[in-house]
C-alpha cells in the first residue's frame, strides 16, 4: 500500500484535503477510471510558522541540513518547511525503519537567494 501524506506551507489541512479530494476526482473522472477513497488523505498544516513564505527555524535547519547531507538544495518557501515536516515526523516514529519513504521535490530554488530569504537565514 503506498500512502501519500502532505505537508502544508499555506492552507490548513481542511481547505487542501478538500482540493485534493476535487482534484482526484476530476483527474478521475477525466481519465474515465473509477475510483473510490479507500483511505484518508493526510495532511499536517502544523509546520506553517507564522505564515506562508516566512521562515520558520526548523526550516532553515533543514534546508541546511539536507545540503550538507544529501547536496540537495531546498527552498525557504515551499520544500524547506516540507522536509523541516518530514524530519519531524520521522523523529517522531511515524514511519517504520523498512518502509521506504520518499520525497517530493517541487522545486522553487530560486527563492532561495531571494533578498528578503537570505537576511532570514542570517538571523
Do not use: W
Not at 524530519?87 to 537567494?113: C, N, S
Amino acid at each position: 500500500m503506498t500512502q501519500v501524506i502532505g505537508i502544508s506551507i499555506s492552507h490548513s489541512k481542511d481547505q487542501l484535503i478538500t482540493r485534493i479530494e476535487e482534484a482526484l476526482d476530476d483527474a478521475c473522472s477525466f481519465l474515465g477510471l473509477e475510483y473510490k477513497t479507500t483511505q484518508e488523505v493526510i495532511v499536517y498544516d502544523n509546520y506553517l510558522g507564522d505564515g506562508y513564505g516566512l521562515p520558520t527555524q526548523a526550516m532553515k535547519e533543514a534546508v541546511k541540513l539536507v545540503g550538507r547531507k544529501e547536496g540537495i538544495i531546498l527552498d525557504p518557501v515551499y520544500t524547506g518547511k516540507a522536509m523541516a515536516g518530514l524530519i519531524d515526523l520521522v523523529g517522531k516514529g511515524q514511519f517504520r525503519k523498512e518502509e521506504a519513504v520518499v520525497f517530493i521535490h517541487t522545486g522553487g530554488i530560486p527563492g532561495l537567494f531571494a533578498e528578503e530569504q537570505v537576511a532570514h537565514f542570517q538571523r
